[in-house]
């Protein structure tokens, strides 16, 4: 699957219909690999990704699964977060930020914060060694990819939270550019370097989530100014290595898109549906273009395997012509969805070249197993 994906990702058509997906789902992992996912995290992820073809991966456990994959200088902010339940791995959510009100914005020492003791939702950290570790580690079952989560705009949601951030970007725009979007901008441009340098992957995935469902928070005319400048040095710096860019991000985004394909992103994953698929198209279907989405993740939790069928097919009929789509639920596959939904989404993938035929009986009829469920 490796080398399907990476053809693809190159910006060639391969025959395999590409796919990625965020895999959180207990039952549907131990159903396809045979084996207990806390017990054998990293080698039942493995054989997951082999049996449903997913084969566009971010995450990767080398290790038994305990509550979020936390590295130790996260560890030593985890009071700063509460999780909930969503599968193998918990969500995390930041209820304490640096500062409480918008006045000690500008107490903070932006030089000091440091992109690896973020929890949410960063899978993995975007250092060197990690990044080679997981690929080695995932092998020829797929393409790793790395993602930087905070590229400029999410710095501030992440470490000030919505109120303290609106409130100082608004009342003093230019000052808080300056103290606090600008000096973080550039940690993002050395972090991307490091992605470059050590990711064998042609795409490098940036996220910032600019916009909620309805649209952009801030005027259209502040984001000129203060955000979407900053994204053409990290593109400048990952065409030095030959890559393309990915732009990540949960809300709606129309807005965005034609300022996207303008700055020079080669693509967008969207991770939530807010976004309509067939604007989306409109501007990165083109070849050396990428698409990576499509499925309502809405649908999948809630539809009945009919109207799943019915979404997967008509998104796959609308991409026809798109090389470099690639099939993907927004979100994720979290531990919400019922399993005969999902038995219905992969049914409907193997139709359309994403996942192989005999995806539910894969390692069954390769292997006479003992570990299932041990």
């Known amino acids: 699957m490796k080398d399907d994906v990476f053809n693809w990702a190159l910006g060639n058509r391969c025959d395999k219909l590409v796919s990625k997906e965020t895999l959180n789902h207990p039952q549907l992992i131990e159903m396809v690999s045979g084996m207990n996912v806390y017990q054998h995290t990293a080698q039942t992820y493995l054989r997951a990704y082999r049996a449903l073809g997913i084969d566009l991966i971010n995450r990767v456990p080398t290790e038994k699964a305990s509550r979020t994959q936390l590295t130790k200088d996260q560890k030593k902010h985890l009071r700063n977060y509460s999780f909930e339940k969503l599968g193998v791995y918990d969500t995390a959510y930041r209820h304490t930020y640096l500062c409480e009100n918008p006045q000690q914005v500008w107490q903070i020492d932006v030089d000091a914060l440091k992109y690896e003791e973020l929890i949410t939702p960063v899978p993995h950290p975007c ?10 580690h995932l092998d020829d079952i797929g393409l790793y990819y790395p993602m930087l989560y905070t ?11 919505w109120e303290a951030f609106m409130i100082a970007a608004m009342q003093e725009a230019d000052r808080f550019h300056n103290h ?11 972090i991307v370097r490091q992605i470059a340098q050590n990711s064998e992957n042609p795409l490098i995935f940036i996220h910032d989530d600019l916009a909620d469902a309805r649209g952009p928070v801030f005027p259209p005319s502040w984001y000129d100014d203060y955000i979407l400048p900053h994204y053409e040095p990290v593109i400048a710096v990952a065409r030095q290595y030959d890559k393309k860019v990915i732009m990540v991000a949960d809300g709606n985004m129309t807005h965005f898109l034609p300022k996207l394909v303008d700055i020079g992103f080669a693509g967008i994953m969207c991770e939530n549906p807010a976004t309509p698929f067939d604007a989306v ?20 939790t809630t539809g009945t395997p009919d109207e799943i069928y019915a979404m997967v097919m008509n998104v796959a009929e609308k991409a026809r012509d798109c090389p470099g789509f690639a099939l993907s639920s927004c979100g994720g596959l979290h531990g919400n969805i019922p399993l005969e939904n999902l038995k219905a989404y992969f049914d409907a993938r193997s139709e359309i070249g994403a996942t192989p035929k005999n995806w539910k009986t894969y390692f069954c009829e390769r292997e006479d197993t003992n570990e299932i469920y041990n």
């Open 281 to 300: 198209l409109d501007f990165f279907s083109p070849p050396g273009k990428y698409c990576i989405g499509g499925i309502d993740t809405s649908v999948l």
């Open 127 to 136: 250092t060197a060694q990690d990044i080679q570790l997981r690929q080695a």
């Open 151 to 161: 590229t400029v705009f999410m710095w501030a949601v992440e470490m000030l939270g």
């Open 180 to 190: 606090f979007i600008a000096p973080l901008a550039e940690k993002a441009i050395l």
